[in-house]
């Protein structure tokens, strides 16, 4: 098959495990109508069931929206709390949520700086893009206390989940 990008080797990352509790953060959350500083911790804390915490690529990336498109069709929002967190701003997130026709069943974390995805020990290097980073394409299924009942990281770029194995998690 001819693609018209390469496919990148990213190797091991040092992610937080299976059973581990995810690293603690406060990012403005972004929905379809506004954004506000919420703590994972608090986001856990008051979901109904698991939350899945889906780091991707910056918005308007194919792997995004691939992504998310996944995600609207299965129907996660559905069994748990599905949250998203990207390098991109709260207004390219607004964008997203409406462009993919996922508003109001999914929120979307903003990380410009992408310290999150360095806390989580995913972030990696733009090819070709001096100084700029993103996370690697990883799901994390979180408790209501933030111990990891599943996660996957991706070894390469582009990647995406197995999304039947997270929904059997959920």
């Given at each position: 098959?001819?693609?018209?990008?390469?496919?990148?080797?990213?190797?091991?990352?040092?992610?937080?495990?299976?059973?581990?509790?995810?690293?603690?953060?406060?990012?403005?959350?972004?929905?379809?109508?506004?954004?506000?500083?919420?703590?994972?911790?608090?986001?856990?804390?008051?979901?109904?069931?698991?939350?899945?915490?889906?780091?991707?690529?910056?918005?308007?990336?194919?792997?995004?929206?691939?992504?998310?498109?996944?995600?609207?069709?299965?129907?996660?929002?559905?069994?748990?709390?599905?949250?998203?967190?990207?390098?991109?701003?709260?207004?390219?997130?607004?964008?997203?949520?409406?462009?993919?026709?996922?508003?109001?069943?999914?929120?979307?974390?903003?990380?410009?700086?992408?310290?999150?995805?360095?806390?989580?020990?995913?972030?990696?290097?733009?090819?070709?893009?001096?100084?700029?980073?993103?996370?690697?394409?990883?799901?994390?299924?979180l408790d209501s206390d933030r111990t990891i009942e599943y996660a996957w990281v991706g070894?390469?770029?582009?990647?995406?989940?197995?999304?039947?194995?997270?929904?059997?998690?959920?």
């Open positions: 098959m001819d693609l018209d990008f390469d496919v990148v080797g990213l190797g091991e990352a040092d992610h937080p495990a299976e059973g581990e509790k995810a690293p603690e953060f406060t990012r403005p959350l972004v929905n379809d109508e506004f954004w506000e500083d919420v703590a994972l911790s608090e986001l856990c804390a008051e979901s109904e069931g698991p939350v899945v915490l889906v780091f991707h690529a910056m918005d308007g990336a194919f792997p995004a929206t691939y992504v998310w498109n996944e995600i609207r069709d299965r129907g996660w929002h559905e069994q748990a709390t599905v949250v998203g967190l990207s390098i991109s701003t709260p207004y390219a997130h607004k964008d997203l949520l409406e462009e993919r026709d996922i508003e109001g069943d999914h929120r979307l974390y903003s990380d410009p700086a992408n310290g999150v995805a360095e806390q989580y020990g995913i972030a990696m290097d733009l090819d070709g893009m001096t100084g700029l980073a993103e996370p690697r394409p990883a799901v994390f299924v070894e390469e770029w582009p990647s995406f989940p197995d999304y039947d194995a997270v929904e059997a998690q959920l």
